[in-house]
């Protein structure tokens, strides 16, 4: 029991650190176009994009790790939708609403024109809010792919990742002009679709069960820099032949792949170093992952509001930009927790 608590909190400071990532990322893209291309604030804003790419691998992994964990010996369909319905849903409708009615009111009116199913199902008001639909999607096979990981164990893994390595590759080559597809699969499209992250959630299965030998976890710190180092370097030079930093930097390239499935591992296998911290530090990483999603939820729309009076067009107003975007955020997301704590729905809570 004192290492499953022990786990739980390790993971917990896991997902504070996917967020923060998602959010830098973010930012960060909000200000490549303020740098001139190749100049050295330009290249380490690149590098330190690509550093953050393990974000959201990390956080599907983390829901992997943890459902595995709980379900696998005895999974109550009822239980396991009726928990994430309740606790994702409300808070996603209400904030999706929020950002729907500034962005179409007060920024430009009717941009956001798809239609409502889309709206709701595919999280189509704002770029980040696809990852709602796609951890959802997820949810919805988790069943299947338990049942397949069970049944097949290494043979299915194996098989998830050459299916996400080849789908990595058809983006990659899309993207570069290379080949022509019948279709365009966009970015956002890219991360809607769950097969675009399923290799992580199965991989949660496994490091879920198997524990990785001391003797051979300091190996894993270098092999990540190691292929960090050559994403950055694709990422550089990618922009070179494509001038789009979109294609060059997202998170559905090869290279990302093996960093984020690298970094994943090393970051588990050196987690019981994260309770060993400072507790006064812990306590703001643990209280932080505790209102993630909501400050995920709103993260955006803070960037949105913040760009019309602050550009992070220099290091010092990057700093503040940044600064401001997660102070605002937390606050908007403990202002909407008191809030919802006076509202009868959150009995709701009782039964989960």
């Not at 550093?51 to 956080?59: A, C, H, W, Y």
């Not at 009111?105 to 796609?134: A, C, E, Q, R």
């Not at 080949?179 to 992580?200: D, K």
């Amino acid at each position: 029991m004192a290492f499953k608590q022990q786990r739980l909190l390790q993971l917990d400071v896991l997902r504070c650190a996917s967020i923060i990532g998602v959010i830098l990322i973010h930012i960060i893209g909000s200000s490549f176009h303020f740098w001139n291309e190749g100049s050295t604030v330009w290249t380490v804003l690149i590098s330190i994009d690509q550093l953050l790419r393990f974000s959201v691998p990390l956080f599907v992994f983390i829901s992997g790790y943890t459902l595995y964990s709980k379900y696998a010996q005895d999974f109550k369909y009822r239980e396991f939708y009726w928990r994430r319905v309740v606790r994702v849903i409300p808070w996603y409708l209400v904030w999706s609403l929020i950002i729907y009615i500034y962005i179409n009111f007060t920024v430009i009116p009717g941009f956001v024109n798809y239609p409502t199913w889309k709206l709701i199902l595919l999280g189509k008001v704002d770029y980040h809010l696809y990852f709602v639909s796609m951890i959802f999607q997820l949810y919805l096979v988790f069943p299947v792919l338990l049942w397949l990981y069970k049944k097949f164990r290494a043979s299915f893994v194996i098989s998830v990742f050459i299916f996400e390595a080849i789908l990595y590759l058809i983006f990659s080559l899309d993207g570069q002009k290379t080949i022509h597809l019948p279709w365009r699969f966009y970015e956002q499209q890219q991360y809607l679709f769950f097969g675009t992250w399923v290799f992580y959630f199965v991989l949660g299965f496994v490091l879920s069960e198997k524990r990785i030998s001391s003797s051979k976890k300091f190996v894993f710190p270098f092999i990540t820099l190691a292929i960090l180092a050559y994403s950055v370097y694709n990422s550089l030079h990618l922009i070179s032949q494509t001038a789009d930093t979109n294609v060059a930097t997202r998170s559905t390239r090869i290279p990302l792949l093996l960093y984020s499935t690298s970094f994943i591992i090393s970051a588990l296998v050196y987690s019981d170093l994260l309770v060993k911290m400072k507790k006064v530090i812990l306590r703001i990483l643990l209280y932080f992952a505790k209102i993630s999603f909501l400050v995920y939820l709103i993260h955006a729309l803070m960037i949105r509001i913040l760009g019309n009076f602050i550009l992070p067009n220099s290091v010092l107003n990057l700093i503040i930009f940044t600064a401001l975007v997660f102070s605002l955020s937390i606050f908007l997301a403990q202002l909407s927790l008191s809030a919802a704590s006076k509202i009868p729905f959150q009995k709701l809570k009782s039964i989960l």
